[in-house]
C-alpha cells in the first residue's frame, strides 16, 4: 500500500457541513469521503486509471 500524503486544507464551515452530512449519509469519515471525491473525480477526467495498479520501487521497476 501507498503511503499517504498528509497535507492542510481549508474549507468553508458551510462546504465542511455539508461534506459532513454526505459523509455520515454514506458511514464514511469526512477524510474518507474526501478522499473518495478525489479518486472519483480523477477516474471521470481519465487522470487515474481503473482497478489498482501495482506499486512501483524507486527504480521504477515494478515489484
Known amino acids: 500500500m501507498a503511503a499517504k ?3 492542510v486544507l ?8 455539508a ?3 454526505w459523509a455520515v449519509d454514506e458511514f464514511r ?7 473518495w471525491l478525489i479518486d472519483a473525480s480523477l477516474k471521470k ?11 512501483k520501487d ?3 521497476s515494478e515489484e
Open 5 to 7: 500524503k498528509t497535507f
Open 10 to 17: 481549508r474549507l468553508d464551515e458551510d462546504v465542511y457541513k
Open 19 to 21: 461534506l459532513e452530512r
Open 29 to 35: 469519515s469526512v477524510n474518507g469521503q474526501i478522499e
Open 45 to 55: 477526467a481519465g487522470r487515474k486509471k481503473e482497478g489498482k495498479e501495482k506499486p
Open 58 to 60: 524507486e527504480s521504477g
